[in-house]
């Protein structure tokens, strides 16, 4: 989906000024203002606020939740983008030699560069502490300001990310442990589809794992057996439908052929609406 241009979003907001007009009288109102969440966003982009201080290991997120904004907005002309690409590529973990690909470790992006440590005398690096997570928000910076992903090292990604599957085919985000769930199986298929390479993980055994997180009523739980769960729902959907098993208008085919069940998942979603919307 192409982002709105500024043209877009100013035609959509007069063409519901009647009904904001109505909400304004009774002293509410439904109007998005698209240039306060721009301000915010760009604040976000050049200087976060103190409050976000314990996030800081989180950056490379908060950078990819401001500039994804700022591209659904279509307001990322206002971003330097080859400033973004060489910070974002920066993050950048890097083998020593060819043989650390296989090594247990990850090789993917670093969340801040307070968590990247310098390499040793010999190139090694002495903490590695790239992650799923951060790789996916990397990637995802870098495809939303354009940057080439003919220049980036795709393979020492893949070869390494294959470390972080388990044998029950779900992720954990970092080689020397941490938990397992959809989260991680996520952002595994969304790296392997923005890099177009679908080497790094396993999509059966993943298929798998997702699979026998449906729950009774129709949604997903985060792991197996857990209580159905609006993110992991989301999470498992987005997997399956990346990797290829979920086939587009699924809703408009014959949905008893769909490898889950979606009636069950169609009615958990609609309960789950109606009960936040009463």
Avoid at 69 to 75: N, V
Avoid at 103 to 111: I, Q, S
Wanted: net charge negative.
């Amino acid at each position: 989906m192409e982002p709105a241009t500024e043209n877009e979003w100013d035609r959509l907001s007069s063409s519901s000024s009647d009904g904001e007009e109505q909400a304004a009288s009774d002293g509410s109102s439904s109007q998005f203002n698209r240039q306060q969440h721009v301000a915010f966003l760009m604040m976000m982009y050049e200087s976060l606020p103190h409050h976000y201080q314990y996030q800081e290991i989180n950056r490379i997120t908060l950078a990819h939740f401001a500039i994804s904004g700022l591209c659904l907005l279509g307001a990322l002309d206002r971003v330097d983008k080859d400033a973004v690409s060489d910070w974002v590529l920066s993050l950048k973990a890097h083998p020593s030699n060819k043989a650390d690909l296989t090594n247990g470790e990850f090789y993917g992006f670093h969340g801040s560069p307070s968590s990247q440590l310098h390499p040793d005398d010999n190139g090694v690096l002495m903490h590695n502490g790239s992650n799923l997570a951060s790789t996916y928000c990397a990637l995802a910076i870098l495809k939303a300001v354009g940057y080439n992903f003919a220049n980036i090292d795709s393979k020492s990604i893949l070869t390494s990310m294959r470390n972080l599957q388990q044998h029950d085919g779900s992720f954990m985000p970092i080689h020397f442990g941490a938990e397992k769930d959809l989260r991680f199986v996520y952002c595994a298929a969304a790296i392997c589809f923005l890099l177009e390479d679908w080497s790094g993980m396993d999509r059966e055994r993943a298929k798998a794992y997702i699979l026998n997180c449906q729950s009774y009523d129709g949604g997903f739980g985060l792991t197996p057996g857990s209580e159905s769960h609006g993110g992991g729902t989301y999470c498992a959907v987005a997997s399956l439908r990346l990797m290829g098993f979920i086939e587009d208008n699924v809703l408009s085919k014959n949905m008893s052929s769909s490898i889950i069940d979606l009636p069950l998942l169609l009615s958990w979603c609609l309960q789950v609406y109606l009960l936040h919307n009463i």
